[in-house]
Structure formats: C-alpha cells, structure tokens
C-alpha cells in the first residue's frame, strides 16, 4: 500500500481490515426514527460535475524541472526544488503532494456528487443513504442543538458497571453494537487457507496510536497532552474538572499498562506471524479466564468457531487481568472516555473542536480544521463509502480508462517476470515459485465487478450520529457474516474515490481505486513515458510488494508459508538489511527515519522503478 492517509480500522498488517477495532471513526447512537433503505441498486439519476469547479489537474511539464540543478548529483532538487518552493502545505493537511492534491480533487467531485444525491426528491436504495449522511452531517445547527443527548443513555450504562460481570457483560453488549473499543475482531482470509475466512481478535483499546507513545520518554510531552485531552473530554461528558482530571490520570495509567502488554507498530508491520495464533474456544478461554471468549461468541450472534486467531495473547492475557485486579471505577473512567471521545467527531462544536485540538493539531501538527462538508464526507467514506464510490464511478472514471489500464498492467507484468528471472543472487529453485506466484497475480482495476448489497441499513434525515451508529454496527454484522465462509474474491478493500493502491498477499491481488487513475499518476491520452513513470511506478509498486519482507511469507494461492531455500533467505535478509540502513541514515526536518519500519514500502519503491524503467 502507498504511504498514506488515516487509518480508520485495525489492519492485519496485510490489507483487509478488521471491522470493530480500538479507535475507530464511528461511534454510538441516539436511536433516532429512520427507514430502511432498499437493496442498493445502480442510481437512476442522472449526475453531472461542473468541472469549473473542481481543481486542476497536477499534470507534469517539462518547466517544472529545475535545470539549474544537476540532475545526476542532485536529481530530488532537479525534479521538486521548484514545486517544492511554490507549494506550502495547506492549513487543513499534514502533508502535501500527488497524492493528497489528487484527494483534493476527488474530494471536490464527491462535493458535488453528495449535494446532488441529497436533494433527489423520494431517494431509495444507495441514493438514500448517502443522502441523508450528507443532509444530518451538514445540519450543524440541529447537532449542536442536540449537544450529549445522542450518548446519554450509553453513558448511563456505563455508570451503572460496579463489578467485573457487568463490565464484562457491557463489552461484549456494545461490541456486538460494533464499538468494541478494547480489541480489534472480525474476519480475515485464515493465514493457512486463503480461501477460507477465519474470525481474528488483536490488540486495540488504546486512544494513541501506537504503543511507544505510552512507553518512550522521548514521547513524555504528548503523553502529557494526551492526559489533558482525556481530562477535557471527561468533563465536557459532564464530570467536573477535578474529578475529570483524576479519572483522567486513571485512564492513562490503564492504557499504558495495556500498550506495555502490545506490540509496537514496528512489530506488527515488520512480522506478519503475529496476527496468526489459532486457538480453540476452549483453550482461549483458558488463556482468558476473566473473559470468556465462548460466550463473547455467543453475545456476537455468531457460531463459536473449531478455531479462531487470537493475536498477540499477551495483550489479552493483560485485559483479563485488569478485569480481576482493577477497580471498576477505572473501567468506568476508560469507557465514558473512548465513548465520547470516539462520538466527539459527530457531536456539537465542543466536542468536535477538543477532537480535532488534540488529534488534528497537537498530535499530528494540522494548523486548521477542514471545513465540515470535508469531514462530512470523511465519515460517509468510513461508512458507507462502497455505496458513494457506485454513484462515483458513474461521473469519474471512463472505459477507456480502465482499458488503458489493464494493458499497463500486462506489460509491467511482463517486466516484472524478466526481472525475477534475471536476479543473480536467487537460486533457480526459488525462482521457480517466484514464477509461479506471479502467474496467479490477480489485479482489479477502477471499482469492483460486483457491488456490495446494503438493503437493510436504516438511515434517515433525523440525526447525523444515528446514522452513524446504524453504520456501525450494520457494517458489524456484516462483516461477521463472513466467519466460516469462503473468501469473496470480488471484494475490495478500498473504495473506487481512494487515491491510494494495494497489494493483498492472502488473495495475491493488486487493486487500483479509479479515484488515483487520474493525472499525474494516470493519462489515458498522455505519452507512454509519463504513464509509465507515473502509475507504471505504482503498479510495480504494487506487486513488488508481493516479494518484499512479509509479502514473500505468502505463496502462491495466498496461503502463509515458506517457498524460500536457506541460502536466498540468507542474500534476502542481507540486501534488505543494506535498505534499513540506508534509510536509517536519512533525516527530515532533524527526524531520522526507521528504515526497519519502512522496508516494506522501501522495496516495493525500489522495484517499482525498476520494473516500470
């Protein structure tokens, strides 16, 4: 996958998501009054984009090369030096480049696409929901008219917990709800038979994003941010300051005990392994014995499995724990917090700006709020973005696109086999399934051959958080309907208005949104050159992350195994171990990079060029 974007569920490291897991963008709801949307079919409606008013293209010209600049001693100043010194990061992004100029204008598009979807008279199917996301989430007046009340009645629950079996009890009841906020669950193809999905559980239940926030003294001072983040949203929930400032230190006490008990972000990205653990119910619950995972089965409205993975143990064992040995009144600090904190972006004016102070400015440097109709979109992307992305494609990707596509596709193919064939540190034996794997690439291009069905999801022009939590947890059950089935080969885990790729080692494909087949990257009309050197990179990108670090562990048919001899493991690991140091010599902005995190995308940068070259 390209460096990118927010994540919104806890990922297997690999692609696919799982559904439902610690910080996730949607929150509970206020039961309000809706219908239920018809099966979704293609729109009837006929929906056109002003391009006046979209934003340009970021198409290359030859004038933007610096040619004051060596381009073989100096080749990154040479090619950005200019658009570098023309270009200032906006005030409502963290980043700027390709790809975020890119979303700037798909963004624009799904703009337009919503205002129109929302003002059809008598909506049904996917039409109805996207619209009344839009019409309830750009009601600012009538949210911030409604203030907590959406919430009350889960924070009443949660006030009501005074022992470990209502605890318990309460998490299995919101999980199924899909607001499990401790751990990440739901289905992924079994690491042993691709084929086949298997129910996973992980690690989650922290608001950070990674463990060494909690544990790395260089982090201290947003730690301490975050501490003061926890005490602001208890108190806007309705706790006075004092007492929100001592459960706060509570809940940072709690989480740093379960980071303690998690894997590094490093861990998990540099060693797939770790999500695959298959257990038995039986012997999970041994593991567990303060939460049983039989009954967490049986709460969830599904059949407990012959075997299910439970990833990294130690964090589990860890909850277990803290189930039997902390005091109640911590866990009722911990989830009054991540329940209002997980709701603030859907709540009125306080709640969204004390989210976006800490989250968008003090965590990750953002100086503005994007406007509401952007996180507005946002959310219908977490949430019902496979519906918005079928309006989508009907005004912005053409045939001919996906035509051009497919032959780039063939051709970087093609140079990617003579590569593997013409490496002189990798046996013939080893080739040999190198060859074979990637005879069973599998790429998608532009959106899906077959949409997901959403009849059943009740949406309506009442409240923006109810039809978040309708969201929630119906793409919940959803998604667990999948345990114990065959994989859906058809289904994609991005939608087509992403500006982003990817590679999916359990299903051996590449997929390419239609949103990032688009100029610069992308242009049916423009010179093979540009093409090549643009998306070209990209889906040698893409495949070359089928032979990187972890990509290599998967096999042909997708399944975990080692095709590799000793000896080209061996040569593997020590070329490789040249990129991390190379990457851990370079700095930005006085930060060095991890070049051990970063190797996946390293390599899949390196033969990327390669293979499109």
Not at 117 to 137: Q, Y
Not at 272 to 295: C, G, M, Q, R
Not at 308 to 332: C, M, N, Y
């Amino acid at each position: 996958m390209i460096r990118n974007p927010k994540i919104v569920l806890l990922t297997l490291a690999v692609s696919a998501a799982l559904v439902g897991c610690g910080k996730t963008d949607t929150p509970a709801t206020d039961g309000a009054a809706s219908t239920a949307a018809p099966a979704a079919t293609a729109a009837a409606t006929e929906y056109k984009l002003d391009e006046s008013k979209l934003p340009a293209y970021n198409a290359f010209h030859p004038s933007d090369l610096d040619t004051t600049m060596d381009a073989c001693g100096a080749f990154g100043d040479f090619v950005n030096s200019k658009w570098l010194a023309a270009n200032a990061i906006p005030a409502d992004r963290t980043s700027w480049g390709a790809f975020t100029i890119l979303d700037e204008r798909s963004v624009a598009v799904q703009h337009q696409l919503a205002e129109q979807v929302a003002a059809v008279k008598n909506p049904s199917g996917i039409e109805k929901i996207v619209g009344d996301f839009w019409a309830t989430g750009m009601d600012e007046a009538k949210i911030n008219a409604q203030g907590i009340e959406p919430i009350k009645a889960d924070l009443a629950a949660i006030d009501g917990l005074q022992d470990k079996d209502a605890i318990v009890n309460y998490l299995r009841s919101s999980a199924a709800k899909g607001e499990n906020v401790l751990f990440g669950f739901g289905p992924e193809a079994d690491f042993k038979n691709s084929s086949m999905n298997m129910a996973y559980a992980s690690q989650g239940g922290l608001g950070l994003p990674d463990t060494t926030y909690y544990t790395d003294a260089k982090n201290a001072d947003k730690l301490k941010a975050y501490q003061a983040h926890v005490a602001k949203v208890l108190e806007l929930s309705g706790l006075a300051k004092a007492d929100a400032d001592t459960q706060a230190a509570d809940v940072v006490k709690f989480e740093t005990r379960l980071a303690k008990a998690s894997k590094s972000s490093v861990e998990l990205s540099r060693d797939v392994a770790l999500f695959y653990n298959p257990v038995s119910v039986a012997d999970a619950d041994k593991l567990t014995p303060n939460f049983s995972w039989t009954e967490f089965f049986k709460a969830q409205g599904i059949a407990a499995p012959e075997k299910f993975s439970l990833a990294i143990p130690s964090f589990h064992q860890e909850v277990s724990k803290a189930l039997g040995d902390t005091d109640p009144s911590v866990w009722r600090a911990y989830l009054r917090f991540h329940t209002v904190d997980s709701a603030s972006p859907y709540l009125a004016d306080a709640f969204v700006q004390e989210n976006y102070d800490f989250y968008g400015k003090t965590l990750n440097g953002q100086k503005e709020m994007k406007e509401r109709w952007k996180r507005v979109l946002g959310t219908i992307e977490s949430d019902a973005g496979d519906a918005f992305g079928q309006l989508y494609v009907k005004v912005a990707f053409s045939p001919e696109a996906k035509a051009k596509m497919e032959e780039l596709v063939k051709n970087l193919a093609a140079a990617l086999k003579e590569r593997i064939q013409g490496l002189t540190w990798m046996s013939d034996e080893t080739k040999a399934k190198a060859i074979a794997k990637w005879e069973t690439f599998t790429p998608k291009i532009g959106y899906p051959d077959k949409w997901r069905d959403w009849n059943g999801l009740s949406t309506g022009r009442d409240s923006y958080f109810g039809n978040v939590r309708a969201a929630n947890e119906f793409n919940y059950k959803w998604s667990l309907s999948k345990i114990g089935k065959p994989v859906d080969k058809t289904e994609w885990g991005m939608t087509p208005q992403t500006v982003n790729a990817y590679y999916n080692p359990l299903q051996n494909e590449i997929v390419f949104p239609a949103a990032i087949l688009q100029p610069p990257f992308f242009d049916p009309k423009a010179d093979d050159a540009l093409n090549y050197g643009g998306i070209g990179a990209v889906i040698g990108h893409e495949m070359t992350h089928g032979y990187d670090d972890q990509g290599s562990r998967f096999g042909p048919t997708g399944n975990f195994e080692n095709w590799w001899n000793e000896a080209d493991t061996k040569n593997f690991s020590g070329l490789t171990g040249k990129l991390i140091k190379q990457f851990d010599g370079y700095k930005v902005d006085g930060q060095a990079v991890n070049g051990k995190l970063t190797l996946g995308e390293n390599i899949a940068d390196l033969g990327g060029l390669a293979t499109a070259y």
